[in-house]
Structures are given as C-alpha cells and as structure tokens.
DNA sequence: TGAACATATGAACAGTTGAACATATGATGA
DNA sequence: TCATCATATGTTCAACTGTTCATATGTTCA
C-alpha cells in the first residue's frame, strides 16, 4: 500500500472525481477545452439556462477546476490547470476502448 | 471540437466518472490495485459490512471496471483493466499538487 | 443430505443533488 | 444616475444514491 496515509487521499479523490461525475459540468469543461468561454455562450452551446450552467460554473471553481475572469459585463470562464484536460483524457480512452 | 458526436460520449464519461465519486468504491479500487481480494477481505479492510461492498461491487462490475472468479466458496474481485489504475492515477496527480 | 459459511439481493430510509424559477447583485454606457 | 445587460444566488422540489437490515442463494465438506 503507499506510504502516506492513503484515506485522506481517497476522500479527496471522490470528491475530485464527483466534479466529473455529472454530464453538464463534464460538457462544461469539455467545451472549455478549446479556450475560456463566457457564461452565456457555455449556456447557448449546451442548451441549458443560464442559471443552471451559472450553480455549476461556481461548483467547479470552488473545486478549483476552473478560473475566471471578468471581460466587460461577462465572465469568461476556463480550465485551471492542465490536469483537468488529462483526467477527461484519460477517461475518454476508456470509454472509446473496447 | 471533436470529430465524432462528442454528447453521447460526454454521457458516458460522466458515468464512468459516477464509478469513481463514491469513496467506497474509490476505496474498493485502490484496494484491489494490490491484486485480487474478496468480499469478506475488502469488507474488513474497510471497516464496511458485507452487503455494503457486495453492492458496490456489482455496480462496479456492472459498470465492467472489476471482474470476479470465485474460488471455493469466496468471490474474488480485481480490476477489470489498466484503465482503472491510471484513471485512478491521474487523479491521485491532481489530488497531491499545491 | 444438511449445517455452516460466503456472497447476493430486495426493500426501506435518510441524505444528497441538480434543475427551475424568481430575484438580487454588479457592471456598462447613454 | 438609471436602464439594461450579464451573471450570481436563494429556494424549492423531485429524483437519485448509498447504507442498513433481513433474507435468499449458492457452495463446501462432514
């Protein structure tokens, strides 16, 4: 087993793994793959209202998955690190595989 | 984007990520990074009663990420495939970054 | 075969979660 | 300043999820 104390480590894991275990913040931050994007251009692209996309948004950056910035009125939103690309990454190659 | 319909794989990988945002099946996973194990030995190591991991353990193989043999009257469950290690993996990456 | 062991399954319950709606906050420019 | 645009927040509710308890299924070996 590893060296650290690994039951910390394993919440945290869940709880990292949970951001990514809901179908509109997974598109979310799919979309934000190709660069930052604003709230109302996430909401258009994924047909959802605002409102929902806005509580998710904050959910991820709490998680410190996302960053934003403000521009004018809008806020663009966009990927923190790039961890969050190789997490989705990795599990895309499992879910292509056979 | 994406070449192919990237929506009904974001579903999936939302899914795939569900499999990973339960800290008992995270714990489960880990546990069975060592090699195979049983029911009554994964319940034991995780302080957990039977039936809780024998749940979790059919979503798990439901979801094809464990596998099972039985020998004699115990089930024995390991990892379906190197995916899951390295799922597993990335995220444990981002979990330890400052 | 039948008792004992190991695991699976079903039902019920509490806790959690995501979406929708309504409204509030904040920024911009006339 | 004030109207408007863009986003955030609070609340409510239905749906989902994980655990527990009770019980069923299935395997082994005397």
Same mark, same amino acid.
């Given at each position: 087993?590893?060296?650290?104390?690994?039951?910390?480590?394993?919440?945290?894991?869940?709880?990292?793994? +949970?951001?990514?275990?809901?179908?509109?913040?997974?598109?979310?931050?799919?979309?934000?793959?190709?660069?930052?994007?604003?709230?109302?251009?996430?909401?258009?692209?994924?047909?959802?209202?605002?409102?929902?996309?806005?509580?998710?948004?904050?959910?991820?950056?709490?998680?410190?998955?996302?960053?934003?910035?403000?521009?004018?009125?809008?806020?663009?939103?966009?990927?923190?690190?790039?961890?969050?690309?190789?997490?989705? +990454?990795?599990?895309?190659?499992?879910?292509?595989?056979?």
């Amino acid at each position: 087993m590893a060296a650290f104390d690994s039951e910390d480590l394993l919440y945290d894991l869940a709880d990292l793994f +949970k951001m990514f275990a809901d179908s509109t913040r997974v598109r979310i931050l799919y979309a934000l793959l190709d660069g930052e994007k604003n709230v109302g251009e996430l909401a258009d692209s994924l047909s959802m209202n605002q409102s929902a996309i806005s509580h998710q948004l904050s959910v991820l950056k709490a998680s410190k998955l996302v960053k934003a910035r403000r521009d004018k009125k809008s806020m663009y939103y966009c990927l923190a690190d790039d961890h969050v690309e190789s997490i989705i +990454k990795t599990g895309v190659e499992h879910v292509l595989e056979p």
